[in-house]
């Protein structure tokens, strides 16, 4: 088992999945973690945050877990706004990673499907920075439940 780690990065949960958001500041985590859970909303599905700017990820038995850093817990960034108070859960396993990336390639490699963090593989999928991406995310993390589901 891998030591916690802090990571630039925000946690949404959809259903019983946790969506791990990753990128470099200004490319629109926050904003993509709001639209993921006002989708989820909108489709009748449970969607909340779990952490925004900073997240604390770990291994439990085989398992990537989530966790706000404190005294961050429930709050996030708005642009233009400021920083917002709202409901969140303390923890999610990480079922999804989702990399905003400037320079992407028009078509993934086979390594660019997972990626390894605290020691445990994880499903990932890499997005333009900026780009509306919500229904992709949401489309993907969908996909991985019904996989881990039937397991």
């Known amino acids: ?11 949404v949960l959809i259903g019983e999945a946790g969506l791990l958001i990753r990128g470099a500041s200004g490319s629109g985590k926050s904003t993509l973690a709001r639209e993921v859970v006002s989708r ?11 952490s925004d700017d900073r997240t604390r990820i770990e291994a439990r038995n085989g398992r990537l877990v989530a966790q706000p850093v404190e005294p961050l ?3 996030i960034e708005v642009f233009g ?13 990480i079922r999804l990673v989702i990399d905003l990336c400037e320079d992407l390639a028009r078509y993934p490699g086979e390594q660019d499907g997972h990626v390894a963090l ?3 593989m994880v499903p990932r999928i890499r997005m333009q920075a900026g780009a509306v991406s919500a229904d992709i995310a949401v489309a993907c993390l969908s996909g ?7 397991l």
């Open 118 to 120: 605290c020691g445990v």
């Open 1 to 11: 088992m891998s030591d916690a780690q802090t990571i630039h990065a925000g946690c």
């Open 73 to 75: 817990g429930g709050c």
């Open 81 to 93: 706004l400021g920083i917002v108070r709202q409901p969140h859960e303390p923890a999610a396993v």
């Open 144 to 150: 991985v439940c019904d996989t881990v589901v039937t």
């Open 40 to 50: 989820a909303a909108q489709a009748g599905r449970f969607g909340r945050l779990v």
